[in-house]
Protein backbone atom coordinates (compact mmCIF):
# COMPACT_ATOMS: atom_id res chain seq x y z
CA UNK A 1 0.00 0.00 0.00
CA UNK A 2 2.95 2.28 1.10
CA UNK A 3 4.26 1.66 -2.62
CA UNK A 4 1.69 2.36 -4.36
CA UNK A 5 1.41 5.60 -2.56
CA UNK A 6 4.81 6.76 -3.25
CA UNK A 7 3.95 5.84 -7.06
CA UNK A 8 1.14 8.23 -7.74
CA UNK A 9 3.50 11.76 -6.40
CA UNK A 10 6.16 13.74 -8.72
CA UNK A 11 9.62 13.02 -7.10
CA UNK A 12 11.70 16.86 -8.30
CA UNK A 13 14.83 16.17 -8.68
CA UNK A 14 17.43 19.21 -7.48
CA UNK A 15 20.48 20.11 -9.99
CA UNK A 16 23.93 20.11 -8.97
CA UNK A 17 26.33 23.50 -9.52
CA UNK A 18 28.21 21.99 -12.36
CA UNK A 19 24.49 21.43 -13.93
CA UNK A 20 23.86 24.98 -12.95
CA UNK A 21 27.15 26.87 -14.44
CA UNK A 22 26.84 24.62 -17.87
CA UNK A 23 23.16 25.95 -18.59
CA UNK A 24 24.33 29.37 -17.80
CA UNK A 25 27.40 29.15 -19.79
CA UNK A 26 25.41 27.57 -23.08
CA UNK A 27 22.98 30.50 -22.31
CA UNK A 28 25.55 33.09 -22.54
CA UNK A 29 27.31 31.38 -25.41
CA UNK A 30 23.77 31.17 -27.63
CA UNK A 31 23.08 34.64 -26.54
CA UNK A 32 27.03 36.33 -27.60
CA UNK A 33 26.72 34.10 -31.23
CA UNK A 34 23.06 35.69 -31.83
CA UNK A 35 24.87 39.14 -30.95
CA UNK A 36 27.69 38.57 -33.39
CA UNK A 37 25.39 37.28 -35.82
CA UNK A 38 23.40 40.25 -36.04
CA UNK A 39 26.46 43.07 -35.89
CA UNK A 40 27.75 40.72 -39.72
CA UNK A 41 24.31 41.32 -40.31
CA UNK A 42 24.77 44.68 -39.78
CA UNK A 43 27.70 45.40 -41.63
CA UNK A 44 26.95 43.17 -44.55
CA UNK A 45 23.81 45.84 -44.99
CA UNK A 46 26.06 48.62 -44.50
CA UNK A 47 27.94 47.43 -47.75
CA UNK A 48 25.49 46.66 -49.66
CA UNK A 49 24.35 49.81 -49.08
CA UNK A 50 27.62 52.06 -50.18
CA UNK A 51 27.93 49.72 -53.02
CA UNK A 52 24.54 50.87 -54.19
CA UNK A 53 24.66 54.64 -53.44
CA UNK A 54 28.45 54.57 -55.56
CA UNK A 55 26.73 52.19 -58.18
CA UNK A 56 23.74 55.07 -58.37
CA UNK A 57 26.07 58.16 -58.19
CA UNK A 58 28.16 56.18 -61.14
CA UNK A 59 25.31 56.33 -63.17
CA UNK A 60 24.16 59.85 -62.47
CA UNK A 61 27.73 61.32 -63.64
CA UNK A 62 27.61 58.91 -66.75
CA UNK A 63 23.89 60.06 -67.87
CA UNK A 64 24.91 64.00 -66.75
CA UNK A 65 28.18 63.49 -69.49
CA UNK A 66 26.19 61.35 -72.02
CA UNK A 67 22.83 63.58 -71.95
CA UNK A 68 23.51 66.97 -70.72
CA UNK A 69 25.47 69.21 -72.89
CA UNK A 70 26.98 72.87 -72.04
CA UNK A 71 23.28 74.58 -72.58
CA UNK A 72 21.36 71.51 -70.91
CA UNK A 73 24.33 71.90 -67.73
CA UNK A 74 24.25 75.92 -67.83
CA UNK A 75 20.21 75.39 -67.16
CA UNK A 76 20.38 72.80 -64.57
CA UNK A 77 22.97 74.18 -62.46
CA UNK A 78 20.71 77.46 -62.44
CA UNK A 79 17.89 75.79 -61.39
CA UNK A 80 20.10 74.26 -58.70
CA UNK A 81 21.28 77.41 -57.42
CA UNK A 82 17.47 79.24 -57.70
CA UNK A 83 14.98 76.99 -57.99
CA UNK A 84 11.86 76.49 -59.70
CA UNK A 85 10.12 79.99 -59.16
CA UNK A 86 9.94 81.88 -62.13
CA UNK A 87 9.68 85.27 -60.75
CA UNK A 88 13.01 84.31 -58.77
CA UNK A 89 14.65 84.09 -62.20
CA UNK A 90 17.20 87.31 -63.25
CA UNK A 91 16.93 88.48 -66.60
CA UNK A 92 19.30 88.69 -68.97
CA UNK A 93 20.10 92.36 -70.82
CA UNK A 94 18.59 90.13 -74.12
CA UNK A 95 15.80 89.08 -72.40
CA UNK A 96 14.57 92.57 -70.66
CA UNK A 97 14.78 93.83 -74.32
CA UNK A 98 12.81 91.87 -75.89
CA UNK A 99 10.07 90.64 -73.41
CA UNK A 100 10.58 93.10 -70.48
CA UNK A 101 10.31 93.12 -67.34
CA UNK A 102 8.12 89.94 -65.60
CA UNK A 103 8.02 91.25 -62.22
CA UNK A 104 4.59 91.10 -61.00
CA UNK A 105 2.66 93.92 -60.22
CA UNK A 106 -0.21 94.89 -57.77
CA UNK A 107 -3.39 95.38 -59.59
CA UNK A 108 -5.00 98.42 -57.60
CA UNK A 109 -8.42 99.90 -58.04
CA UNK A 110 -7.17 103.35 -59.47
CA UNK A 111 -6.46 101.44 -62.95
CA UNK A 112 -7.74 103.66 -65.86
CA UNK A 113 -11.27 102.80 -67.26
CA UNK A 114 -12.67 104.43 -70.25
CA UNK A 115 -13.50 107.94 -69.92
CA UNK A 116 -17.31 109.07 -70.42
CA UNK A 117 -16.29 112.27 -72.27
CA UNK A 118 -14.42 110.91 -74.92
CA UNK A 119 -10.76 111.45 -73.63
CA UNK A 120 -7.57 109.49 -73.27
CA UNK A 121 -8.68 105.82 -71.83
CA UNK A 122 -7.29 102.05 -71.97
CA UNK A 123 -8.62 99.80 -74.03
CA UNK A 124 -12.36 98.16 -73.06
CA UNK A 125 -12.14 94.70 -71.55
CA UNK A 126 -12.53 92.10 -73.57
CA UNK A 127 -16.65 91.05 -73.78
CA UNK A 128 -17.99 87.56 -75.04
CA UNK A 129 -20.37 86.99 -77.50
CA UNK A 130 -22.80 84.56 -78.43
CA UNK A 131 -22.10 82.23 -81.11
CA UNK A 132 -25.60 81.14 -82.77
CA UNK A 133 -25.32 77.40 -84.58
CA UNK A 134 -27.28 79.05 -87.55
CA UNK A 135 -25.87 82.80 -87.37
CA UNK A 136 -23.79 83.25 -90.77
CA UNK A 137 -19.94 84.75 -90.67
CA UNK A 138 -19.15 87.04 -93.70
CA UNK A 139 -15.72 84.69 -94.74
CA UNK A 140 -16.67 81.66 -92.34
CA UNK A 141 -19.06 79.32 -93.13
CA UNK A 142 -20.66 80.56 -95.81
CA UNK A 143 -22.69 77.13 -96.88
CA UNK A 144 -25.10 77.53 -94.35
CA UNK A 145 -22.65 76.12 -91.39
CA UNK A 146 -22.41 77.50 -87.71
CA UNK A 147 -20.64 80.35 -86.90
CA UNK A 148 -17.97 78.55 -85.27
CA UNK A 149 -17.01 76.21 -88.01
CA UNK A 150 -15.05 78.70 -89.90
CA UNK A 151 -12.77 76.07 -91.52
CA UNK A 152 -16.26 74.54 -93.17
CA UNK A 153 -15.42 71.04 -92.02
CA UNK A 154 -18.03 68.43 -91.57
CA UNK A 155 -21.09 69.70 -89.66
CA UNK A 156 -24.55 68.19 -89.15
CA UNK A 157 -27.81 68.89 -87.13
CA UNK A 158 -30.44 66.05 -86.43
CA UNK A 159 -33.84 66.81 -88.54
CA UNK A 160 -35.47 63.80 -87.69
CA UNK A 161 -38.16 64.54 -85.27
CA UNK A 162 -39.17 67.38 -87.94
CA UNK A 163 -38.46 65.21 -90.98
CA UNK A 164 -41.17 62.57 -89.54
CA UNK A 165 -43.74 65.33 -88.38
CA UNK A 166 -43.47 67.28 -92.33
CA UNK A 167 -43.60 64.12 -94.15
CA UNK A 168 -46.61 62.76 -92.63
CA UNK A 169 -48.18 66.07 -93.58
CA UNK A 170 -47.41 66.40 -96.68
CA UNK A 171 -48.32 61.99 -97.41
CA UNK A 172 -51.89 63.14 -95.63
CA UNK A 173 -52.82 64.99 -98.56
CA UNK A 174 -52.19 62.10 -101.36
CA UNK A 175 -55.06 62.13 -103.34
CA UNK A 176 -56.84 60.51 -107.33
CA UNK A 177 -59.85 60.98 -108.66
CA UNK A 178 -61.27 60.45 -112.34
CA UNK A 179 -64.23 60.28 -113.88
CA UNK A 180 -67.45 63.14 -113.64
CA UNK A 181 -69.68 63.63 -110.78
CA UNK A 182 -72.48 64.50 -113.29
CA UNK A 183 -72.72 62.14 -116.21
CA UNK A 184 -73.27 64.96 -118.55
CA UNK A 185 -70.46 66.21 -117.80
CA UNK A 186 -68.29 63.09 -119.07
CA UNK A 187 -66.44 63.68 -122.56
CA UNK A 188 -67.24 62.12 -125.90
CA UNK A 189 -64.60 59.95 -125.73
CA UNK A 190 -64.83 58.58 -122.89
CA UNK A 191 -68.73 57.78 -123.51
CA UNK A 192 -67.78 56.38 -126.55
CA UNK A 193 -65.43 53.94 -124.98
CA UNK A 194 -67.96 52.45 -122.26
CA UNK A 195 -70.51 51.87 -124.75
CA UNK A 196 -68.09 50.24 -127.05
CA UNK A 197 -66.69 48.25 -123.57
CA UNK A 198 -69.64 46.89 -123.27
CA UNK A 199 -70.37 43.20 -124.24
CA UNK A 200 -73.79 40.95 -123.94
CA UNK A 201 -73.45 38.82 -121.25
CA UNK A 202 -76.56 37.07 -121.59
CA UNK A 203 -77.43 35.09 -124.53
CA UNK A 204 -80.96 35.72 -124.69
CA UNK A 205 -81.12 39.01 -123.49
CA UNK A 206 -84.14 40.42 -121.60
CA UNK A 207 -84.51 42.38 -118.98
CA UNK A 208 -81.01 40.65 -116.92
CA UNK A 209 -79.16 41.21 -119.97
CA UNK A 210 -79.77 45.15 -120.28
CA UNK A 211 -79.47 45.37 -116.27
CA UNK A 212 -75.82 44.00 -116.28
CA UNK A 213 -75.20 46.10 -119.52
CA UNK A 214 -76.17 49.43 -117.40
CA UNK A 215 -74.23 48.01 -114.05
CA UNK A 216 -70.98 48.19 -116.25
CA UNK A 217 -71.82 51.13 -118.31
CA UNK A 218 -71.86 52.72 -114.89
CA UNK A 219 -68.97 51.82 -113.51
CA UNK A 220 -67.61 52.76 -116.19
CA UNK A 221 -68.10 56.45 -115.87
CA UNK A 222 -68.94 56.48 -112.35
CA UNK A 223 -66.90 59.06 -110.24
CA UNK A 224 -63.61 57.28 -108.48
CA UNK A 225 -61.60 58.73 -105.89
CA UNK A 226 -58.49 57.73 -103.99
CA UNK A 227 -57.19 59.41 -100.84
CA UNK A 228 -55.50 59.01 -97.89
CA UNK A 229 -57.49 58.58 -95.19
CA UNK A 230 -54.91 58.34 -92.42
CA UNK A 231 -50.87 58.29 -92.18
CA UNK A 232 -51.05 56.02 -89.10
CA UNK A 233 -46.52 56.57 -88.42
CA UNK A 234 -44.00 57.75 -90.07
CA UNK A 235 -40.12 56.47 -88.89
CA UNK A 236 -36.33 56.74 -89.82
CA UNK A 237 -34.06 59.65 -89.28
CA UNK A 238 -33.29 62.98 -91.31
CA UNK A 239 -30.38 65.37 -91.03
CA UNK A 240 -28.80 68.45 -92.15
CA UNK A 241 -25.19 68.12 -93.22
CA UNK A 242 -22.46 70.64 -94.26
CA UNK A 243 -19.81 69.61 -95.60
CA UNK A 244 -16.91 72.36 -97.18
CA UNK A 245 -19.35 75.01 -97.17
CA UNK A 246 -22.06 73.24 -99.44
CA UNK A 247 -25.41 71.67 -98.02
CA UNK A 248 -26.82 68.05 -97.99
CA UNK A 249 -29.95 67.18 -96.95
CA UNK A 250 -30.37 62.91 -95.83
CA UNK A 251 -33.20 61.35 -94.95
CA UNK A 252 -34.13 57.76 -94.67
CA UNK A 253 -37.74 57.46 -93.80
CA UNK A 254 -40.81 55.18 -93.88
CA UNK A 255 -44.48 55.29 -93.78
CA UNK A 256 -47.52 53.44 -93.02
CA UNK A 257 -50.97 55.09 -94.54
CA UNK A 258 -54.53 53.75 -94.85
CA UNK A 259 -56.02 54.50 -98.24
CA UNK A 260 -60.07 54.59 -99.49
CA UNK A 261 -61.20 54.54 -102.70
CA UNK A 262 -64.74 55.63 -103.54
CA UNK A 263 -67.04 54.65 -106.25
CA UNK A 264 -69.92 57.02 -106.78
CA UNK A 265 -72.48 56.10 -109.68
CA UNK A 266 -74.84 58.61 -108.66
CA UNK A 267 -73.78 60.77 -111.14
CA UNK A 268 -74.69 64.06 -109.06
CA UNK A 269 -78.01 62.36 -107.73
CA UNK A 270 -78.39 62.75 -104.09
CA UNK A 271 -80.56 60.02 -101.99
CA UNK A 272 -82.41 62.72 -100.81
CA UNK A 273 -83.10 66.48 -101.07
CA UNK A 274 -82.12 66.45 -97.28
CA UNK A 275 -79.33 64.19 -97.55
CA UNK A 276 -75.83 65.49 -99.16
CA UNK A 277 -74.67 61.71 -99.24
CA UNK A 278 -74.29 60.47 -103.17
CA UNK A 279 -77.10 58.13 -104.11
CA UNK A 280 -75.07 55.42 -105.40
CA UNK A 281 -71.84 55.04 -103.64
CA UNK A 282 -69.03 52.34 -102.82
CA UNK A 283 -66.31 52.67 -100.55
CA UNK A 284 -62.86 50.16 -100.64
CA UNK A 285 -60.14 50.66 -98.16
CA UNK A 286 -56.74 49.15 -97.59
CA UNK A 287 -53.04 49.81 -96.62
CA UNK A 288 -49.85 51.34 -98.25
CA UNK A 289 -46.96 50.53 -96.60
CA UNK A 290 -44.06 52.70 -98.10
CA UNK A 291 -40.42 52.20 -97.98
CA UNK A 292 -36.81 53.10 -99.06
CA UNK A 293 -37.75 56.49 -99.03
CA UNK A 294 -34.18 58.12 -98.78
CA UNK A 295 -32.50 60.85 -100.24
CA UNK A 296 -29.99 58.86 -101.91
CA UNK A 297 -32.47 57.85 -104.85
CA UNK A 298 -35.74 58.70 -104.59
CA UNK A 299 -36.67 56.39 -107.67
CA UNK A 300 -35.84 53.86 -105.52
CA UNK A 301 -38.85 54.09 -103.15
CA UNK A 302 -41.10 51.02 -103.23
CA UNK A 303 -45.21 51.22 -102.00
CA UNK A 304 -46.57 48.03 -101.00
CA UNK A 305 -50.54 47.47 -101.12
CA UNK A 306 -52.06 45.57 -98.87
CA UNK A 307 -56.11 45.84 -99.43
CA UNK A 308 -58.89 45.16 -96.87
CA UNK A 309 -60.11 41.71 -97.40
CA UNK A 310 -63.37 42.70 -96.10
CA UNK A 311 -63.88 45.91 -98.81
CA UNK A 312 -62.76 43.95 -101.45
CA UNK A 313 -63.92 45.21 -105.00
CA UNK A 314 -66.85 44.04 -106.77
CA UNK A 315 -65.77 42.12 -110.02
CA UNK A 316 -67.27 45.72 -111.99
CA UNK A 317 -64.99 48.38 -109.85
CA UNK A 318 -62.36 46.15 -109.69
CA UNK A 319 -60.27 47.82 -112.44
CA UNK A 320 -61.20 51.12 -111.51
CA UNK A 321 -60.49 50.66 -108.31
CA UNK A 322 -56.87 49.56 -109.18
CA UNK A 323 -56.36 52.10 -111.77
CA UNK A 324 -57.06 54.72 -108.71
CA UNK A 325 -55.01 53.23 -106.56
CA UNK A 326 -52.19 52.89 -108.92
CA UNK A 327 -52.94 57.01 -109.64
CA UNK A 328 -52.87 57.87 -105.63
CA UNK A 329 -49.19 56.34 -105.40
CA UNK A 330 -48.39 58.41 -108.27
CA UNK A 331 -49.67 61.17 -106.37
CA UNK A 332 -47.51 60.55 -103.19
CA UNK A 333 -44.31 60.08 -105.09
CA UNK A 334 -44.39 62.59 -107.72
CA UNK A 335 -46.42 65.65 -105.02
CA UNK A 336 -46.15 64.60 -101.88
CA UNK A 337 -42.70 63.63 -101.49
CA UNK A 338 -41.24 66.22 -103.88
CA UNK A 339 -43.20 68.85 -101.84
CA UNK A 340 -42.05 67.53 -98.34
CA UNK A 341 -38.21 67.90 -99.89
CA UNK A 342 -38.94 71.10 -101.23
CA UNK A 343 -40.24 72.36 -98.03
CA UNK A 344 -37.12 70.30 -95.84
CA UNK A 345 -34.64 72.58 -98.32
CA UNK A 346 -36.88 76.10 -97.68
CA UNK A 347 -36.88 75.44 -94.34
CA UNK A 348 -33.33 74.90 -93.22
Not at 60 to 77: F, H, M, N
Not at 327 to 341: A, E, M, N, P, T
Request: proline share 4%; glycine share 10%.
Amino acid sequence: AGGEEGAGETTEFKRTPYEEWKKAREEAGKKAKEAEEKRREKAREAEREATRRKAAANKTEEKDEVELDEEDAKLVSEIAKKGYCHFRRQQSDEEKELIGSIAPQKITDSAPVPAAGGGASSPPPFAPERLDSKAKQPGGGGGGGSAWNSGNTWEESDCSEWARGALKRHLASGRFNSGAEDVTKCSDEALVAAVDALKPTNSEGGEAGALDQLSRLAASLARVEAKVGKVRKVDGDASLAVVRGTKRYLFDLSAEIDYEVSVDESFGMDESAESTEPARQFVYKGKLFVSDLNSVDLRGVEIANKPDPKKAPTPEHKARVQGAIEGLKKDILKRCVSSFQTEFMTKF
